[in-house]
């Protein structure tokens, strides 16, 4: 039986990855992290997709134990502001697209919208967010009661397998470095083994296999299989064994990004219950509200923006809050590795891969990664189907993640600057060109996004399209022979529903302090 696992880093994909090995295999299984204490963790990557929740659930942790701990917030939606124009925006929420005979919603909304404000006709969290309010009311229930209070309808499903069922109301925002910690001590409390040192060699046998990692000051550490989580260095899965790296450059020019941690008074201020994307010059800046503090950075490619024009531009955008905050200037390395398992080697996070943060993507990649491998584990005979199944599941989500973000800078109206025109001009995946054209006459839908499961549904597509306004769309001839009324009552429901929510719902700032 193979039960020894090494990890080498110590960021949120160490972590993540050795909590969940722990609560899914118990004493059965044997971990060692080692982190280095002269590298730090990247630092960043604190907004989450709604489907993280099963990672707490998986832990059999509850939003109040570890929420209060990481200063964690709700995330309802990413809000999109200044891609189409400025003072424009639009969300992304976490809500399930209605039909109405047989079409979205939104088709209909293209016919018959109310307003010309789709998210809002369309979903009801978006005036939730625009008021600031939490999705669970005073007493924990929440909003949408097809869920129950913890929200666990769907324990014991991966999240592939529970997509379209359902769409959990939120995600969470935190600080990474606290999760981190929290989930530090949650593993070692259940026997990870944390090693402090700097892995200094990959030793490989003579088929090539990791025989052990070297560290500085603890000799030789050994295992049946190594997981790599060392971030954009790839230590064993680039360095030492040589798999190589895909970049996604081409059609995703970002490159760099700029950081902020900006403590602020979050009473006074108020939290929005939202990521927010803000286009700026040469990319866009994220607006992440915690409960002690807003993160933010501005994420801008280095052939249109220096690092110190980005910086200043972000101090500008944050205000005097800044002044004194130290800024953190990280060179992202955009693409995957093509095969994240090779040999006796598997590559979690940063290592594996990495797309710009526009969906909040990073977290959900290192989730799927660890319910996969938990699926795929190998025996003894290290039957390469596993690694076969494994290494698929994860180019798809990575390859499908990297359509779905080039989508919002080609439906992106703006084109005020060289960066944003250049967005229209690039080249892009070709698959993703046909799709487009078919998207012009039919909305998304599970047939003609992406065909392999990548964390997004149709629906995600439809708000990029709707909200983003560079690209025209038409609503299907059939709903010219269609009856409207039953939509036009759906729009009227919606609108309801919204009034009543927004009249009980506490503050999002409100219901946190409750819960800490
Ligand atoms: P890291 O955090 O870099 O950790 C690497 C670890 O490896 C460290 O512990 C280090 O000490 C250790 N290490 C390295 N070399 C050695 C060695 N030789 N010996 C021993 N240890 C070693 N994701 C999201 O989901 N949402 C977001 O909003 C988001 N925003 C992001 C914004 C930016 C600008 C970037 C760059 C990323 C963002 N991400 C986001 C991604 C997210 O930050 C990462 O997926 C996540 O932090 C995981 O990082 P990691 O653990 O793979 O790597």
Redesign the pocket.
Known sequence: MLNRVVI????????MTASYFKAAFGERIDITL????????????????SDIRHFFEFLGLKEKDWMPACNATYKLAVRFENWRQPGHYFYHPFEQMRSVNGFPLTDWWLKNGPTDRFDKDCFVMASVIDAGLSPRHRDGTLIDQAFDEDGNEMQGLTMSEHQGKTQFPYAYQFE?ALL?KYLTRYSVERGVKHIV????KVELDERGWISA?K?AEHGDITGDVYID?????G?LINQALEEPFISYQDTLPNDS?V?LQVPMDMERRGIRPC?TATAQDAGWI?T?PLTGRV?T?Y?YAKDYLSPEDAERTLREFVGPAAADVEANH?K?RIGRTRNSWVKNCVA?????G?V??LE???????HHAIEQLAKNFPGEDWNPAHRDLYNNAIAHVMDGVREFLVLHYVAAKRSDTQYWRDTKTRAIPDSLAERIEKWKVQLPDSESIFPYYHGLPAYSYMCILLGMGGIDLAPSPALALSDPSAALQEFELIREKTERLVKVLPKAYDYFTQLG
Do not use: Q
């Open positions: 080498v880093g110590g960021g949120t994909a160490g972590w080692v982190e280095s204490g002269s590298v730090g963790a990247v630092g960043v990557g604190e907004a989450t997709f990474a981190a040192d700097d892995v200094t990692v560290t989580c060392t971030g954009f260095r230590v990004a950081a990521t994220w992440i993160g950075g994420v990280i992202m979690i996070g940063l290592s594996s990495f710009e943060p909040s993507t990073g977290i959900f990649f290192i």
